[in-house]
């Protein structure tokens, strides 16, 4: 008599459809949380951007000229990165009012796409 050990190829298909309705039932709470996640950090750069522009402009007198400058002035330790783009280049830089007073007074994201919430990365 011959002990053969092993599975049938039902038992494999058997398997296979519930690990696949089991991902079909966790995939999009991944991908929501992933996405949610991301727009969290999106809200505490440009926060932490800002603040540190309105800082250096407090202890100044005047707007950075650029990012950069506030790193090279240890304002921050690195220009964080937007989350969507996976890159610190990618901030769009909106200038002061009147030109004499710096470069950067505000940054927004150069992220497409809307938020949650509905609306755009790029009014954040």
């Known amino acids: ?51 540190t522009i309105d800082k250096y402009y407090g202890d100044t007198g005047k707007y950075p000229e650029n990012l950069d400058q506030l790193v090279a002035r240890r304002y921050l330790r690195v220009v964080p990165d937007d989350p969507f783009t996976e890159s610190n280049a990618t901030w769009v830089l909106i200038p002061p009012p009147e030109s004499t007073r710096g470069g950067v007074y505000d940054v927004k994201s150069a992220a497409t796409g809307q938020g949650r919430g509905g609306q755009a990365y790029k009014e954040w």
């Open 1 to 51: 008599m011959i002990d053969k050990r092993g599975f049938t190829l039902i038992e494999l298909l058997v398997v296979l459809a519930v690990i696949a309705t089991l991902l079909t039932l966790v995939a999009p709470h991944y991908i929501g949380s992933v996405d949610k996640a991301k727009e969290a950090v999106l809200r505490e750069n440009l926060a932490t951007l800002r603040s």
